[in-house]
């Protein structure tokens, strides 16, 4: 069971990037999938998250507007489409996954993000 996320590099601010996180050795079909980040001395924090079945998605409030959050079961794989980048979205960006039943990312951070399976991150680094 795994997860990648891929996807991460170095942009200059205004500019989009596309992460994926592709699963081997189980599929994402039933499972809520979420993009997390954390920076170097900041706490993690949940950036979005889609439902099993694509429905429900919520976003953090900094990157409402700016990034989309997608999903292909067919290709067991999620998208975080990241556009007018800033230089404070600069961290290292994971996927989990978790089943059983929607929450939001306020929900999933009073209960400490208790994802079922975390992938490796990706770097994204924003300069200004």
């Known amino acids: 069971v795994q997860l990648q996320a891929s996807g991460g590099g170095l942009v200059q601010a205004g500019g989009s990037l596309r992460l994926s996180c592709a699963a081997s050795g189980f599929t994402l079909d039933y499972y809520n999938i979420g993009w997390f980040r954390q920076a170097p001395e900041k706490e993690r924090e949940g950036v979005s998250l889609?439902?099993?079945?694509?429905?429900?998605?919520d976003y953090a409030d900094s990157v409402k507007g700016r990034f989309t959050i997608s999903r292909n079961n067919a290709k067991n794989t999620v998208y975080l489409q990241m556009n007018s980048l800033k230089p404070e979205d600069t961290a290292v960006y994971y996927c989990?996954?978790?089943?059983?039943?929607?929450?939001?990312?306020?929900?999933?951070?009073?209960?400490?993000?208790?994802?079922?399976?975390w992938g490796k991150g990706t770097q994204v680094t924003v300069s200004s």
């Open positions: 989990a996954a978790r089943s059983g039943p929607w929450t939001t990312i306020a929900t999933m951070m009073s209960r400490g993000y208790d994802m079922h399976y």
């Open positions: 889609i439902s099993s079945s694509g429905g429900s998605i």
